[in-house]
Each structure stands twice: as structure tokens, then as C-alpha cells.
């Protein structure tokens, strides 16, 4: 749908995509940012759960520069900011709150007290900006707290789709769904804006084979799930 790029476009507010990981916006709306960046609009992600935790072997760091290389295929503008993936994060006795993986894909813990932190770090620095937020449909609690965060203390403009936490039957993310708005519009991907976000999601060399099995299905398994689709999937509050 051509009128939600054009209607972004027409606004003087600097616009700004909400990620809760570093590669899930390239995968959610690559093509629009793309297409967004195109037009000469200010446009950006701020990437939210990239914080480095102390004296644990992590990726971050390599994460963060492959998220850089596809923020620059995309022709945006990128900002990390500190909070921790769910994965490292501890209670107040120094205990992992999600000690296996199959904790962060359950009901966020109580023990998860970054709620209000998040919420006005996040209203404090996306003020005055026209805020698009990821739908929150995968169940990893990360997604789930975001979208519950954006909504409690931002006002979004819309809402992007979790791609690819569906888009691959063997990835068990799948099956949780928020409460949506009515307006859903698949936004049209033209031949650059798909090749730009193909180029963009294979700058993640560290998660291309947990997502896509390996790097030469990549352009397959986006671009056939775009044509399910009809383009990529927001929607409109």
C-alpha cells in the first residue's frame, strides 16, 4: 500500500522504527525503510535489548557492527541502546531471570522489573517523533515487554510485523497475538527496496543459520514470504 509510505513521508517529524533485537527490523520492514530512506526522509532504528553484560562471553559487539553494515544498506541511521537481552538479564540476587532458552518464549517473569526504566527511557528520547513499534507477535518475552512498553508510554504510529519469527514453521516463536488494530496494510516492496533489504539481513552473519538454515536461502525464504504477504505487513493505529 503506496499511501502509507507517502503519508511517512509527508510528515516533518524525524521517523523512527523501534527494534527490540539488532537484526529485527531489517527483517520486519527492511524494504520500507529502504523505500522510506529513499524519498530524503530522516528516518532511523533504535535497536533496544544490545546492552553488554559484564564478564559474560557475549556477541554483542559483532552484532552491533554486522547491524551497522545493514543500517547503511538500507540507507538509515542507527542507535543501540543499553538494556540487556532477555537472556542475560538477573534478578536483584544475581540470578538469571530466563536461565534457558525456553524461558524467554513463555509470559515475561515478574522478576522482569524493567517495565517502567524502559518505558521512560524510551518516551524521554523518542519524544516529538513520529514511533513505528514492532507488532509483538513472536512470544519472545523481549518482543512481548516492548510492544507492552510502546504502548503504555509512546504513542506508535504503527505497528511492523516480527518477521522472521513466522516465517520458518521450525522456529517455535510463533502463536502469540497481542491485540491488533483493524488496519492492516501490506506495503508493496519494489525490485530495489527488496534487494537492498536482502542485502541488509545478510549482513547478520551471526544469526543466518538459526533464521534461514544458511545464507543462499535467505533471498529465497524472504522473498517468497513477501509474496504471501503482498508486501510488508503493518499496521495502522
Same mark, same amino acid.
Given at each position: 500500500?503506496?499511501?502509507?509510505? %507517502?503519508?511517512?513521508?509527508?510528515?516533518?517529524?524525524?521517523?523512527?522504527?523501534?527494534?527490540?533485537?539488532? %537484526?529485527? =527490523? =531489517?527483517?520486519?520492514?527492511?524494504?520500507?525503510?529502504?523505500?522510506?530512506?529513499?524519498?530524503?526522509?530522516?528516518?532511523? &532504528?533504535?535497536? &533496544?535489548?544490545?546492552?553488554?553484560? %559484564?564478564?559474560?562471553?557475549?556477541?554483542?559487539?559483532?552484532?552491533?557492527?554486522?547491524?551497522?553494515?545493514?543500517?547503511?544498506?538500507?540507507?538509515?541511521? =542507527?542507535?543501540?541502546?543499553?538494556?540487556?537481552?532477555?537472556?542475560? $538479564?538477573?534478578?536483584?540476587?544475581?540470578?538469571?531471570?530466563?536461565?534457558?532458552?525456553?524461558?524467554?518464549?513463555?509470559?515475561? =517473569?515478574?522478576?522482569?522489573?524493567?517495565?517502567?526504566?524502559?518505558?521512560?527511557?524510551?518516551?524521554?528520547?523518542?519524544?516529538?517523533?513520529?514511533?513505528?513499534?514492532?507488532?509483538?507477535?513472536? $512470544?519472545?518475552?523481549?518482543?512481548?515487554?516492548?510492544?507492552? &512498553?510502546?504502548?503504555?508510554?509512546?504513542?506508535?504510529?504503527?505497528?511492523?510485523?516480527?518477521?522472521?519469527?513466522?516465517?520458518?514453521?521450525?522456529?517455535?516463536?510463533?502463536?502469540?497475538?497481542?491485540?491488533?488494530?483493524?488496519?492492516?496494510?501490506?506495503?508493496?516492496?519494489?525490485?530495489?527496496?527488496?534487494?537492498?533489504?536482502?542485502?541488509?539481513?545478510?549482513?547478520?552473519?551471526?544469526?543466518?543459520?538459526?533464521?534461514?538454515?544458511?545464507?543462499?536461502?535467505?533471498?529465497?525464504?524472504?522473498?517468497?514470504?513477501?509474496?504471501?504477504?503482498?508486501?510488508?505487513?503493518?499496521?495502522?493505529?
Amino acid at each position: 500500500m503506496r499511501e502509507f509510505i %507517502d503519508k511517512l513521508s509527508a510528515s516533518v517529524i524525524e521517523i523512527v522504527y523501534i527494534a527490540p533485537h539488532l %537484526d529485527d =527490523a =531489517a527483517l520486519g520492514a527492511g524494504a520500507t525503510l529502504r523505500s522510506i530512506a529513499k524519498l530524503g526522509r530522516d528516518v532511523s &532504528v533504535v535497536t &533496544v535489548f544490545c546492552g553488554e553484560p %559484564d564478564g559474560i562471553q557475549n556477541n554483542v559487539q559483532e552484532r552491533k557492527k554486522e547491524d551497522l553494515l545493514a543500517c547503511k544498506e538500507l540507507g538509515i541511521t =542507527a542507535t543501540h541502546l543499553g538494556f540487556l537481552d532477555a537472556i542475560y $538479564r538477573r534478578d536483584k540476587y544475581g540470578k538469571h531471570i530466563y536461565p534457558y532458552l525456553s524461558a524467554v518464549v513463555e509470559e515475561p =517473569a515478574k522478576e522482569d522489573t524493567l517495565l517502567s526504566e524502559l518505558g521512560y527511557a524510551l518516551s524521554s528520547f523518542l519524544k516529538e517523533k513520529v514511533v513505528i513499534v514492532p507488532a509483538g507477535r513472536s $512470544r519472545h518475552v523481549d518482543h512481548q515487554i516492548l510492544r507492552k &512498553v510502546c504502548d503504555e508510554y509512546l504513542e506508535p504510529f504503527a505497528y511492523y510485523d516480527d518477521l522472521p519469527y513466522f516465517a520458518r514453521s521450525s522456529i517455535a516463536l510463533v502463536s502469540f497475538n497481542p491485540n491488533m488494530p483493524e488496519n492492516a496494510v501490506s506495503v508493496q516492496v519494489d525490485e530495489d527496496a527488496l534487494k537492498a533489504k536482502i542485502r541488509a539481513v545478510k549482513k547478520y552473519m551471526s544469526q543466518l543459520e538459526f533464521l534461514f538454515g544458511s545464507n543462499d536461502e535467505v533471498g529465497n525464504i524472504i522473498t517468497a514470504y513477501l509474496n504471501s504477504t503482498g508486501g510488508e505487513v503493518h499496521w495502522i493505529k
